[in-house]
Nanobody, 120 residues
Framework: QVQLVESGGGLVQAGGSLRLSCAAS????????MGWYRQAPGKQREMVAV???????NYADSVKGRFTISRDNAKNTVNLQMNSLKPEDTAVYYC??????????????WGQGTQVTVSS
């Protein structure tokens, strides 16, 4: 199987910054897209940012210009640099990876989530 472990969440004041990291491990042949999603209380999970294997990125309109996603293919990691944070960014952030494995085929995996709280 594949495990995704996130780190870097926490409490920050509006206007501040946080950096989330996610490391994938396990039976991995290659990782296609990696990304970050978030879910606020009472809301559906939404895409925040995604980066493909060729480093093409896609961002939610609400975070464009404030968040930057990056990945290290050699280390199977993905990071999310979040600047100019707003209270509406408060949510549980989940790492996601589209992984190809010799043993398990191609599948999508999720991390356990990390809380980001932005105070006003």
């Amino acid at each position: 199987q594949v495990q995704l472990v996130e780190s870097g969440g926490g409490l920050v004041q509006a206007g501040g910054s946080l950096r989330l990291s996610c490391a994938a491990s396990g039976s991995i042949s290659s990782i296609n897209a990696m990304g970050w999603y978030r879910q606020a209380p009472g809301k559906q999970r939404e895409m925040v940012a995604v980066v493909t294997g060729s480093a093409s990125t896609n961002y939610a309109d609400s975070v464009k210009g404030r968040f930057t996603i990056s990945r290290d293919n050699a280390k199977n990691t993905v990071n999310l640099q979040m600047n100019s944070l707003k209270p509406e960014d408060t949510a549980v952030y989940y790492c996601n990876a589209d992984v190809s494995s010799i043993w398990y085929g191609r599948a999508e995996y999720w991390g356990q989530g990390t809380q980001v709280t932005v105070s006003s």
